[in-house]
């Protein structure tokens, strides 16, 4: 399998659930991110690890942990969510994260886990 | 801080119109730009880039040119397909810095 694979790919969970998304990418790439996707809102950029470790955290809500075992896999573990936390969760890879000029800044997504909180 | 500017969409053209994005950017230094493009059910998919001023990008018959003196990277296509319809994202990277991304502008092809 090739690129960044997702899953699951749908999800609907009550505010009081614990659930996963699993995010791994085949490319050797070193840096993963993950993104929220809303209606009519830029992607808002939540969590970047670069060699496995955190080096961006946009002020996310606590509920909202993410964890990098290796370089290949991302997971987000949600709990206690809210109905405005419903929308599409992406992953992204890229080579590197911040590199000089930007040229390896190139980020490959996967297909993204679409979130329902009831 | 960073940031770009897509034209709200949605974009409504016929099969084989003239297709014409816009976009605007601000940074502070001398950024990478970027469109990505995302079909129905998927994620983002790069389209092209353009490293530094003056350059042009193209892929898929897409182009967009780096223009650092209107700070603009507007993404054309001269005869649109139905197969285009997505929604297009214009993007920078900054050196050392995270992407930022636009709010992302639907084109809606129709036969």
Same mark, same amino acid.
């Given at each position: 399998?090739?690129?960044?694979?997702?899953?699951?790919?749908?999800?609907?969970?009550?505010?009081?659930?614990?659930? &996963?998304?699993?995010?791994?990418?085949?490319?050797?790439?070193?840096?993963?991110?993950?993104?929220?996707?809303?209606?009519?809102?830029?992607?808002?950029?939540?969590?970047?690890?670069?060699?496995?470790?955190?080096?961006?955290?946009? &002020?996310?809500?606590?509920?909202?942990?993410?964890?990098?075992?290796?370089? &290949?896999?991302?997971?987000?573990?949600?709990?206690?969510?809210?109905?405005?936390?419903?929308?599409?969760?992406?992953?992204?890879?890229?080579?590197?994260?911040?590199?000089?000029?930007?040229?390896?800044?190139?980020?490959?997504?996967?297909?993204?886990?679409?979130?329902?909180?009831? | 801080?960073?940031?770009?500017?897509?034209?709200?969409?949605?974009?409504?053209?016929?099969? $084989?119109?003239?297709?014409?994005?816009?976009?605007?950017?601000?940074?502070?230094?001398?950024?990478?730009?970027?469109?990505?493009?995302?079909?129905?059910?998927?994620?983002?998919?790069?389209?092209?880039?353009?490293?530094?001023?003056?350059?042009?990008?193209?892929?898929?018959?897409? $182009?967009?040119?780096?223009?650092? $003196?209107?700070?603009?990277?507007?993404?054309?296509?001269?005869?649109?397909?139905?197969?285009?319809?997505?929604?297009?994202?214009?993007?920078?990277?900054?050196?050392?810095?995270?992407?930022?991304?636009?709010?992302?502008?639907?084109?809606?092809?129709?036969?």
């Amino acid at each position: 399998e090739t690129g960044v694979t997702q899953t699951p790919r749908h999800l609907v969970m009550g505010m009081t659930n614990k659930k &996963s998304l699993k995010c791994e990418q085949h490319l050797g790439h070193n840096a993963m991110y993950w993104y929220k996707q809303s209606a009519k809102k830029p992607l808002e950029l939540m969590f970047v690890y670069s060699l496995e470790e955190r080096v961006e955290n946009n &002020s996310v809500p606590s509920r909202f942990s993410p964890e990098c075992p290796n370089s &290949s896999h991302l997971f987000l573990h949600l709990h206690t969510l809210q109905p405005e936390d419903s929308a599409l969760y992406l992953c992204a890879s890229s080579q590197d994260f911040g590199s000089a000029r930007g040229h390896t800044d190139t980020q490959y997504f996967g297909p993204g886990t679409r979130l329902t909180v009831l | 801080g960073n940031s770009v500017t897509q034209m709200e969409g949605p974009v409504t053209l016929s099969e $084989e119109a003239f297709l014409t994005i816009n976009c605007t950017y601000t940074a502070t230094g001398y950024p990478s730009l970027f469109w990505y493009v995302q079909y129905p059910g998927e994620g983002l998919q790069l389209l092209l880039k353009a490293t530094k001023a003056d350059d042009k990008g193209s892929n898929k018959g897409f $182009e967009a040119t780096y223009r650092k $003196e209107t700070t603009s990277f507007h993404l054309e296509k001269g005869s649109v397909q139905v197969s285009d319809s997505a929604v297009y994202f214009c993007a920078l990277s900054e050196s050392y810095q995270k992407v930022t991304f636009g709010t992302g502008t639907k084109l809606q092809v129709i036969p």
